[in-house]
């Protein structure tokens, strides 16, 4: 073990360099949180398949529990059951838009960590940036459970649990528990707690920030424990599920998965629930008593629990939804935590968009009518009035708006096509829309996958860390 | 220069009040033959009479601002990418809400000067056989408002931006009327 303690503190330090200007020390939120013990329990496993091309290289680092798939790197790092999916990744001879400029990708894109700790972190899309096309780059970085890394370079940065940095390339920067940012770039800022922040510069700038003590109910994380509180409480409570599917060597697809549909082996599906046409289930999702229509996917973490999604809806990484009825095509943006109950049901009404990091939780029935956009933090309708929208009156701002904790300035109608244009390409990167031979997905493309195993030292000089090793075509 | 016996200074304890009324008393007492410019800062002394800290007319104004946590929100926006017009508007809004009273002047009075004064850099001394070209650079380059100047350990007045302006503008008079 003295191998992972060695590298555990040596990423510690790197970080720590990196964010002596922000006077931020990760030692306490992670020295004792690192359950290197656990690490050698758990096998890593990367996916094959013929549209991905592979070159896996794993160099004196972790894996345990972790997932693979597409062109990844990893050295000196930790990866606790983190999902690296790499299926979006540039391919060579792509072009690549950025404001006037179109540059040409020269060898296929690959992810690579190192130097880092993710624990339970999702680390997926492409880099978004201009400055580095061919690879996406999580470097001298501490994300913690159920962070997500989409699309977002990192560079010297400390990300809190359930916190998503989405198209956004970070140098030096701490990103509280529970915040989204979507900014472009970032560098030497430290966000607070439950921030969401969309900016696009001359264009808008979205940002909403919930209330600390409301959000501590939800999700609190202090120096020397674990995260606690209902976010937290509610994904732990259902460990066990994903630990038998985990230590199962087969699964079999239910027969019920139409042909056009992709049920991962690594989901966790309970009884009673309904696959359409077209639907996308990723691993480490949760299903359970639920009806998902025709194009509807559930990404990374995503816990679909009682609830009918009538069809094209998104529900992006880490997405939950409870006891909750969703119209066709609602989009339910990262981490969303929507909670009815069978008393207090939610109904989200078609063509809506639920922002990501947004809490739903209500002990009434509540019904949002559609083509709503809605964020922050609800638990009647009172709170509604003040965190969403109809989508047309908020395409109408044209200078500045503020209502409840949120702030808006710029352009609505580019913000809310913004949007639009990305649930587009969510599903139909997801297949959403295949018709049998064309506008194949995600969900056509990943139902041929072969997944490998490999394992860390068992014990000895090296024990925990894996082989270093290159897996290539 | 200006020399410390005659420029406005106060003592660690003390507070905004006291400091604003030392500023009014040393610049009614202060010889302007030399220089049109008031004196702007207090300087605060601890016990030793060693110089610890300078209270600028932007510390006194920034010490008055209304501190709570929506206050705090607001100021906070600006790191966020949005104009100074959006931050005014929302200025404006909590001033029309909550009201900028005489009470934040009462609360601010009793304000103890090293809760809101700046500390001093190593930049912002000055050896009095410093040349006052290398002296010009030192404040441009930290963009100080004055330089302390010291002779050995002792603090012996203030080199202020004000008269180094003067001396200057002088200087560049003088050079053209050669000409």
């Not at chain 1, 990708?105 to 690579?112: G, K, Q, S, W």
């Not at chain 1, 606690?228 to 087969?250: A, H, P, Q, T, W």
């Not at chain 1, 639920?290 to 194009?295: E, F, I, P, R």
């Not at chain 2, 002394?45 to 206050?71: C, F, H, M, Y």
Request: neutral net charge.
């Amino acid at each position: 073990m003295q191998v992972l303690e060695k590298l555990l503190d040596r990423i510690i330090q790197r970080v720590n360099i990196n964010l002596r200007e922000l006077g931020f020390d990760v030692t306490p939120y992670v020295h004792e949180l690192a359950a290197l013990n656990q690490m050698v329990k758990f096998y890593a496993f990367y996916g094959i398949t013929p549209q991905h091309p592979i070159n896996f290289q794993f160099m004196h680092s972790n894996l345990a529990g972790s997932y693979f798939l597409g062109r990844c790197r990893v050295t000196n790092s930790l990866l606790y059951k983190s999902d690296i999916r790499g299926d979006e990744l540039k391919k060579k001879g792509a072009v690549f838009r950025f404001k006037q400029y179109e540059i040409p990708i020269t060898r296929d894109e690959e992810i690579d960590i190192e130097d880092s700790l993710l624990i339970k972190t999702l680390v997926h899309c492409y880099s978004h940036d201009p400055e580095s096309l061919e690879k996406f780059f999580i470097k001298d970085t501490i994300a913690m459970h159920y962070a997500n890394i989409h699309g977002s370079p990192s560079d010297g940065c400390f990300l809190a649990p359930f916190s998503t940095v989405d198209l956004t390339t970070m140098h030096d920067c701490v990103v509280g528990e529970f915040s989204y940012i979507q900014a472009g770039e970032i560098s030497h800022i430290k966000i607070d707690p439950g921030t969401v922040w969309i900016r696009s510069p001359e264009k808008f700038n979205f940002l909403y920030r919930f209330d600390s003590r409301q959000l501590e109910n939800y999700i609190k994380f202090i120096p020397g424990s674990k995260p606690k509180g209902l976010l937290f409480d509610f994904v732990e409570d259902k460990k066990k599920d994903f630990e038998r599917i985990f230590s199962l060597v087969n699964i079999e697809t239910p027969r019920s998965v139409p042909v056009s549909a992709t049920l991962d082996r690594y989901a966790v599906i309970k009884p009673h629930t309904k696959i359409s046409d077209n639907v996308l289930v990723a691993q480490r999702a949760y299903l359970k008593n639920s009806w998902l229509g025709k194009g509807a996917n559930a990404q990374e973490n995503c816990y679909i629990i009682n609830s009918r999604l009538e069809g094209c809806d998104v529900t992006a990484h880490g997405g939950k939804i409870i006891e909750a009825d969703l119209g066709t095509k609602v989009f339910v943006g990262f981490n969303s935590f929507l909670r009815g109950s069978q008393d207090a049901r939610l109904t989200i009404g078609k063509d809506s968009i639920v922002m990501p990091h947004t809490i739903i939780d209500i002990s009434s029935p509540l019904n949002i009518p559609p083509g709503h956009i809605i964020w922050g933090l609800i638990r009647n309708e009172k709170d509604l009035k003040t965190n969403s929208l109809p989508i047309r009156e908020f395409s109408g701002i044209e200078t500045d708006f503020s209502i409840g904790n949120m702030i808006f300035e710029g352009s609505g109608s580019s913000f809310v096509s913004g949007f639009k244009d990305r649930i587009d390409h969510i599903l139909d990167s997801n297949g959403a829309f295949f018709n049998g031979s064309e506008n194949k997905g995600h969900a056509q493309k990943n139902q041929r996958i072969s997944f490998n195993m490999i394992q860390p030292y068992p014990m000895g000089e090296l024990k925990g860390l894996f082989p270093s090793i290159t897996i290539q075509p | 220069m200006v020399p410390i016996s005659e420029y406005a200074t106060v003592q660690e304890g003390d507070t905004l009040f006291e400091a604003v009324l030392a500023l009014e008393k040393a610049q009614e007492k202060f010889d302007y033959e030399h220089t049109p410019y008031h004196h702007r800062a207090v300087l605060i002394l601890d016990r030793k009479k060693k110089v610890v800290g300078k209270l600028s007319q932007l510390g006194v104004l920034r010490a008055i601002l209304p501190k709570n946590e929506r206050t705090q929100q607001i100021e906070d926006i600006s790191r966020f990418g949005f104009s100074t017009k959006l931050v005014n508007s929302l200025r404006e809004k909590y001033r029309l809400e909550e009201g900028f009273v005489d009470d934040v002047y009462k609360k601010a009075i009793r304000i103890k000067v090293e809760d809101c004064m700046q500390t001093l850099s190593q930049g912002e001394y000055v050896d009095e056989k410093t040349s006052l070209d290398t002296a010009i650079y030192q404040l441009v380059t930290g963009m100080h408002l004055s330089l302390i100047v010291s002779r050995g350990d002792e603090i012996i007045g203030i080199l202020r931006m004000s008269d180094v302006f003067g001396a200057v503008f002088h200087a560049l008079k003088s050079c053209e009327l050669t000409e």
